[in-house]
């Protein structure tokens, strides 16, 4: 009896239980059938408005929050002069810029995985990497041709924003930042030259450094350098080669501010650059043009006073 | 005609950049020159009317005053540095997988590159060792070219030309920088590229690197001339020199700051560190034409001659 009962009540326990379940099942599947409905709005989802944070659809207002609500894309204001997306007056020299920075730090931190910068390993390296590693080649070359654009591009940048007259009040501050960035992106290129450790680089830096030893003051053949004490093994072209001639020491410095040093500061003064981009009004123009019979006169303190006309 | 020498220096994989460049340059010069002419007729009209001035919207472009001033980044800009984006990258992997960088031996300090160049960026400056010492070539005039570069806007006085092309408003502006960055600059690096070979001798595009070649060309200094051969004759003369140089190179210049009404115009807006800062910046940047034309004329090598440095 009791067996049977147990048996009985088993049964009867299991189809319950397998009632239960089956009942459930439907209305889990009702239930992710309404889910799914809602899946379609994706842009209602919570996993959605956590990483975007508000709607984007084609109204205006979410065209400008599509831009503000963006760390990438904030830099940008939300809306600009019609004028200024024209290809004509910015040349687009800027922006190619700032993007082949970004593309040389790409491929400079995959070149990194590859290399050694170590009198000997170095120059091997640069074989292995042609040679063994999946599209080193074109990684390399991809590297070396992004820095040579990069110097061009910053070039035809300044000469633009020369011609346009785009540093005048109150973009002087900006272009100042500008032609920092100029330097740092010679200088990026110039310790990059010296890596791969061959006869080009080599002598190319041998070449560029020993300029430093006429440095006035600081460099031992240079003007009032023996003077004051330089010799070969104290002067500012020591401090920059690490030793008196171009070696491992010069290596590594070469390779430490290639890719740490000054990467870090020239990604400051871009941070300055663009902010000050923004916060001096936006890009210069197209701006209307102003007529010589419109010019105000100065208004100047008193410690700089205007000269009075001595050329008649 | 040596076509394969010039091919040689041609297709050196780190010179592809210069022959890009003398295709960019005057491609771009002449692209902002053109957008300026169009402006500086513009503001002809517009000067000739004061009718037309009051109501005219000022640009070169077409517009309606029922459209809109502005326009969304999203997408009017971003579609823009999109396709630029692209575009660069295409371009980048074609040169990338078309043109290997090069790779010469390794390095090694008792085999001298000849001639051994800077990478091209820099020729300019290599190629300034010429006429000046490394102290002045390499170290004094890069750092005045940074800072000089640096003073403009704070040199130029002229508020006319801000945000637009023009040759008219900024003719001496533009003249100045155009002959710094043009005709200096980059003809330096033009030169050091193209023309100079081994020993940094000079080589006409078409003519052979010839690497025994010896030119016989002796320099003078300039109180040689004079017969001067004391240390302090020879630094007085030079020191003389180079201040009638300064003279005469700042009357110059101050005539073209003030040489029409409207020169003198802005001329009357500057302080005077401002025009002290413009003179000393310009006539710097004419002393290397200047070295430059009497070593060629005169076989000129120094000026100023003194015990701690020669000009």
């Given at each position: 009896m009791?067996?049977?009962?147990g048996?009985?009540?088993?049964?009867?326990?299991?189809t319950?239980?397998?009632?239960?379940?089956?009942?459930?099942?439907?209305?889990?599947?009702?239930?992710?059938?309404?889910?799914?409905?809602?899946?379609?709005?994706?842009?209602?989802?919570?996993l959605?408005?956590s990483?975007?944070?508000?709607?984007h659809?084609?109204?205006?207002?979410?065209?400008?929050?599509?831009?503000?609500?963006?760390?990438?894309?904030?830099?940008?204001?939300?809306?600009?002069?019609?004028?200024?997306?024209?290809y004509?007056?910015?040349?687009?020299?800027?922006?190619?810029?700032?993007?082949?920075?970004i593309?040389?730090?790409?491929?400079?931190?995959l070149?990194?995985?590859?290399?050694?910068?170590?009198?000997g390993?170095?120059?091997?390296?640069?074989?292995?990497?042609?040679?063994?590693?999946?599209?080193?080649?074109?990684?390399?070359?991809?590297?070396?041709?992004?820095?040579?654009?990069?110097v061009?591009?910053?070039?035809?940048?300044?000469?633009?924003?020369?011609?346009?007259?785009?540093y005048?009040?109150?973009?002087?501050?900006?272009?100042?930042?500008?032609?920092?960035?100029?330097?740092?992106?010679?200088?990026?290129?110039?310790?990059?030259?010296l890596?791969?450790?061959?006869?080009?680089?080599?002598w190319?830096?041998?070449?560029?450094?020993n300029?430093?030893?006429?440095?006035?003051?600081?460099?031992?053949?240079?003007p009032?350098?023996?003077?004051l004490?330089?010799?070969?093994?104290?002067?500012?072209?020591?401090?920059?080669l690490?030793?008196?001639?171009?070696?491992?020491?010069?290596?590594?410095r070469?390779?430490?501010?290639?890719?740490i040093g000054?990467?870090?500061?020239i990604?400051l003064?871009?941070?300055?650059h663009?902010?000050?981009?923004?916060?001096?009004?936006?890009i210069?123009?197209?701006?209307?043009?102003?007529?010589?019979?419109?010019?105000?006169?100065?208004?100047?303190?008193?410690?700089?006073?205007?000269i009075?006309?001595?050329?008649? | 005609?040596?076509?394969?020498?010039?091919?040689?220096?041609?297709?050196?994989?780190?010179?592809v950049?210069?022959?890009?460049?003398?295709?960019?340059?005057?491609f771009y010069?002449?692209?902002?020159?053109?957008?300026?002419?169009?402006n500086?007729?513009?503001?002809?009209?517009?000067?000739?009317?004061?009718?037309?001035?009051?109501?005219h919207h000022?640009k070169?472009?077409?517009f309606?005053?029922?459209?809109?001033?502005?326009?969304?980044?999203?997408?009017?800009?971003l579609?823009?540095?999109?396709?630029?984006?692209?575009?660069?990258?295409?371009?980048?992997?074609?040169?990338?997988?078309?043109?290997?960088?090069p790779?010469?031996?390794?390095?090694n300090?008792?085999?001298?590159?000849?001639?051994?160049?800077?990478?091209?960026?820099?020729l300019?400056?290599q190629?300034?060792?010429?006429?000046?010492?490394?102290?002045?070539?390499?170290?004094?005039l890069?750092?005045?070219?940074l800072?000089?570069?640096?003073?403009?806007?704070?040199m130029?006085?002229?508020?006319?030309?801000?945000?637009y092309?023009?040759?008219?408003?900024?003719?001496?502006a533009?003249?100045?920088?155009?002959f710094g960055?043009?005709v200096?600059w980059?003809?330096?690096?033009?030169?050091?590229?193209?023309?100079?070979?081994p020993g940094?001798?000079w080589?006409?595009?078409g003519?052979?690197w010839?690497h025994?070649?010896?030119?016989?060309?002796?320099?003078?200094?300039?109180?040689?001339?004079?017969?001067?051969?004391?240390?302090?004759?020879?630094?007085?003369?030079?020191?003389?020199?180079?201040?009638?140089?300064?003279?005469?190179?700042?009357?110059?210049?101050?005539?073209?700051?003030?040489?029409?009404?409207?020169?003198?115009?802005?001329?009357r807006?500057?302080?005077?560190?401002?025009?002290?800062?413009?003179?000393?910046?310009?006539?710097?940047m004419?002393?290397?034409?200047?070295?430059?034309f009497?070593r060629?004329?005169?076989?000129?090598?120094?000026?100023?001659?003194?015990?701690?440095?020669?000009?």
């Open positions: 009791a067996d049977e009962n048996n009985g009540k088993e049964q009867k326990g299991l319950g239980v397998l009632e239960k379940v089956k009942v459930d099942t439907r209305a889990l599947k009702d239930k992710a059938a309404e889910e799914i409905k809602t899946y379609k709005e994706y842009d209602r989802t919570q959605y408005k990483v975007f944070r508000v709607k659809d084609e109204t205006p207002r979410g065209r400008a929050l599509g831009i503000l609500t963006n760390v990438f894309l904030h830099l940008h204001p939300a809306k600009i002069n019609r004028d200024a997306v024209r004509s007056y910015t040349w687009g020299m800027g922006g190619i810029s700032f993007y082949l920075f593309v040389l730090t790409f491929t400079g931190v070149l990194m995985f590859y290399y050694h910068p170590t009198k390993q170095a120059f091997r390296d640069i074989i292995y990497l042609e040679a063994d590693v999946p599209f080193g080649k074109l990684l390399r070359n991809m590297h070396r041709w992004a820095a040579h654009l990069m061009i591009t910053v070039w035809l940048h300044m000469f633009r924003v020369f011609l346009t007259g785009s005048k009040k109150p973009r002087e501050f900006n272009w100042v930042v500008g032609v920092v960035l100029m330097l740092f992106t010679l200088l990026l290129s110039f310790t990059g030259y890596l791969p450790d061959d006869q080009l680089g080599f190319a830096v041998t070449v560029g450094t300029m430093a030893r006429a440095t006035p003051l600081l460099g031992h053949e240079g009032f350098g023996p003077q004490g330089m010799n070969p093994f104290n002067d500012v072209r020591f401090a920059l690490g030793g008196s001639i171009v070696d491992a020491n010069a290596l590594l070469s390779y430490i501010w290639h890719c000054i990467p870090l500061v990604s003064f871009m941070a300055v663009f902010w000050r981009v923004r916060k001096d009004g936006g210069s123009g197209p701006a209307p043009v102003m007529l010589e019979s419109e010019i105000k006169e100065i208004k100047r303190g008193a410690v700089a006073a205007p009075k006309a001595g050329g008649r | 005609m040596d076509w394969h020498q010039i091919w040689e220096i041609a297709s050196t994989p780190d010179n950049p210069i022959v890009a460049l003398l295709f960019l340059v005057p010069t002449w692209y902002a020159f053109r957008q300026a002419r169009a500086d007729r513009l503001i002809g009209e517009l000067e000739a009317s004061p009718e037309l001035a009051k109501s000022r070169t472009f077409p309606r005053p029922e459209w809109t001033r502005e326009v969304h980044v999203w997408p009017y800009l579609r823009i540095e999109f396709l630029a984006a692209i575009i660069v990258t295409v371009i980048l992997m074609i040169w990338s997988i078309t043109l290997n960088a790779l010469e031996e390794p390095a300090p008792n085999l001298t590159m000849n001639p051994a160049k800077d990478p091209w960026y820099f300019g400056l190629e300034m060792l010429v006429y000046f010492d490394p102290w002045m070539a390499g170290v004094v890069p750092s005045l070219i800072v000089g570069l640096a003073a403009i806007p704070y130029d006085e002229n508020p006319l030309g801000a945000g092309y023009t040759l008219k408003q900024r003719k001496w533009i003249a100045a920088f155009c960055f043009l200096l980059l003809t330096m690096i033009f030169i050091g590229t193209f023309i100079r070979g940094w001798m080589f006409w595009p003519q052979t010839d025994s070649r010896v030119v016989f060309e002796v320099n003078r200094d300039l109180p040689d001339l004079f017969n001067i051969t004391g240390a302090w004759g020879k630094g007085i003369l030079g020191a003389v020199v180079m201040a009638i140089y300064y003279g005469v190179a700042g009357w110059l210049v101050h005539k073209v700051i003030t040489l029409n009404e409207f020169n003198r115009k802005i001329y807006r500057m302080s005077f560190l401002q025009y002290l800062t413009l003179q000393f910046f310009l006539i710097t004419l002393l290397l034409p200047l070295k430059i009497i060629h004329a005169f076989r000129i090598k120094y000026i100023w001659i003194t015990p701690w440095f020669n000009i």
